[in-house]
């Protein structure tokens, strides 16, 4: 008998645990409590909040390179009085002289440059060098000088972003990256070539030419100087070419 009640003390253990076991499984397994709609709008105004307090980075190199930005126009050519043109130049030293492509301002009558504060002047090319830069020497100022700072040493898969005024279209910025270095293209029907170029894809147009070309960090690796377009149309193929700072030719800024 004394065996029996020991058997049926513990059976009654037993089945204690299982149930003190079931209610606490029971206890965890419990479904969460639904938010309200404010916790949620909350969460969601934070979210919101963090992100737009971390901009994109290539809305980080934009603004780091827009108060150096040059729109560049031109009156009369080499071959005719009238011709207008329209490129890009970028601010690279506080005295602010403008870095662009020389094809851009060779041969104007008149050269006319508009900073981004909206400043207007003429200027005047200082310098020149073989593979198609240019440097002027505005008339006028902006009453605060914003120089880019010049990089190099891009590679093939970097992240490459171009400015400029395609079309007259002021301040349009693309992003690609760098298709290609060390690339060589005919220029004047042939006789010459420009060598030692940076191949990238970011969209550019007639207007971009002289604009910079910026890596991640909006610093200037290059600029603008030709677009590969076997068509009349001048049009984007996804293949433009820029005149590095470093190497490749001769492609360092004029002094």
């Given at each position: 008998?004394?065996?029996?009640?020991?058997?049926?003390?513990?059976?009654?253990?037993?089945?204690?645990?299982?149930?003190?076991?079931?209610?606490?499984?029971?206890?965890?397994?419990?479904?969460?409590?639904?938010?309200?709609?404010?916790?949620?709008?909350?969460?969601?105004?934070?979210?919101?909040?963090?992100?737009?307090?971390?901009?994109?980075?290539?809305?980080?190199?934009?603004?780091?390179?827009?108060?150096?930005?040059?729109?560049?126009?031109?009156?009369?050519?080499?071959?005719?009085?009238?011709?207008?043109?329209?490129?890009?130049?970028?601010?690279?030293?506080?005295?602010?002289?403008?870095?662009?492509?020389?094809?851009?301002?060779?041969?104007?009558?008149?050269?006319?440059?508009?900073?981004?504060?909206?400043?207007?002047?003429?200027?005047?090319?200082?310098?020149?060098?073989?593979?198609?830069?240019?440097?002027?020497?505005?008339?006028?100022?902006?009453?605060?000088?914003?120089?880019?700072?010049?990089?190099?040493?891009?590679?093939?898969?970097?992240?490459?972003?171009?400015?400029?005024?395609?079309?007259?279209?002021?301040?349009?910025?693309?992003?690609?990256?760098v298709s290609g270095l060390n690339r060589s293209i005919p220029i004047e029907?042939?006789?010459?070539?420009?060598?030692?170029?940076?191949?990238?894809?970011?969209?550019?147009?007639?207007?971009?030419?002289?604009?910079?070309?910026?890596?991640?960090?909006?610093?200037?690796?290059?600029?603008?100087?030709?677009?590969?377009?076997?068509?009349?149309?001048?049009?984007?193929?996804?293949?433009?070419?820029?005149?590095?700072?470093?190497?490749?030719?001769?492609?360092?800024?004029?002094?």
């Amino acid at each position: 008998m004394a065996r029996w009640r020991q058997q049926l003390g513990l059976l009654a253990v037993g089945v204690l645990g299982a149930f003190v076991g079931m209610a606490v499984l029971a206890a965890v397994q419990q479904p969460p409590v639904p938010l309200s709609r404010a916790e949620v709008r909350a969460v969601a105004e934070t979210v919101v909040a963090t992100a737009a307090a971390q901009p994109a980075r290539s809305t980080a190199v934009f603004r780091t390179i827009l108060p150096s930005l040059v729109l560049i126009r031109t009156e009369g050519n080499r071959e005719r009085a009238e011709a207008e043109g329209i490129g890009s130049g970028v601010i690279v030293n506080e005295n602010g002289t403008i870095l662009t492509a020389h094809h851009v301002v060779d041969g104007a009558r008149r050269i006319e440059v508009t900073f981004a504060d909206g400043t207007e002047s003429d200027a005047q090319i200082i310098d020149a060098t073989e593979n198609d830069l240019a440097t002027l020497r505005p008339d006028a100022t902006p009453g605060v000088i914003v120089p880019a700072v010049l990089a190099g040493g891009v590679q093939i898969g970097d992240e490459a972003f171009a400015v400029g005024n395609p079309f007259g279209l002021s301040g349009s910025f693309t992003a690609g990256v760098v298709s290609g270095l060390n690339r060589s293209i005919p220029i004047e029907r042939g006789a010459r070539r420009l060598t030692g170029l940076i191949q990238f894809d970011a969209a550019v147009n007639p207007g971009n030419s002289g604009g910079p070309l910026l890596n991640r960090d909006g610093q200037v690796v290059g600029i603008v100087t030709a677009l590969a377009n076997p068509s009349e149309d001048r049009a984007f193929l996804g293949i433009g070419f820029a005149v590095p700072f470093t190497g490749g030719g001769g492609g360092g800024p004029p002094r």
